[in-house]
């Protein structure tokens, strides 16, 4: 990615969780605008280097690089924005083992998907509609 290290986690991050932007965020055509911190769903089990040149966006309390910005135009997200709560409902019976392996509880991820779907549709259209405007 880049040239960036990509590593195994030491932990998965599976769920909602808070993500809170950097500095840089406040100024960034896709993420100035959104609400600090704002709760996204979470999926991933590797975490990465920022690459050379990149500007930090967001971070997690478990992931210190959820979000970046490499030049003027090319960015990587490790928090999904594209899920609903049928997707969630998919993922978390798609991939019971690996709930299980993690010691989470699939019911309760997508009890809280349709507590945070509103608030993550506002992030979505902050987010994709700064990105539009920067076409």
Do not use: C
Not at 9 to 25: F, N, Q, Y
Not at 74 to 98: C, I, N, R, S
Request: a negative charge.
């Amino acid at each position: 990615m880049l040239g960036a290290d990509v590593q195994a986690a030491p932990a998965k991050e599976i769920g909602w969780a808070d993500v809170t932007l950097t500095d840089a965020a406040a100024e960034d055509p896709l993420f100035r605008g959104i609400d600090d911190p704002f709760t996204a769903f979470h999926w991933h089990g590797d975490v990465f280097t920022l690459p050379d040149g990149a500007v930090s966006l967001a971070r997690s309390v478990q992931t210190e690089h959820q979000a970046f910005r490499y030049g003027d135009a090319a960015y990587g997200l490790l928090f999904h924005l594209e899920v609903t709560p049928k997707t969630v409902a998919w993922m978390t019976k798609a991939f019971q083992d690996e709930l299980a392996d993690e010691g989470l509880d699939g019911a309760q991820i997508r009890r809280a998907a349709m507590t945070h779907e509103d608030a993550l549709r506002n992030t979505v259209h902050t987010v994709v509609g700064g990105w539009a405007e920067s076409l």
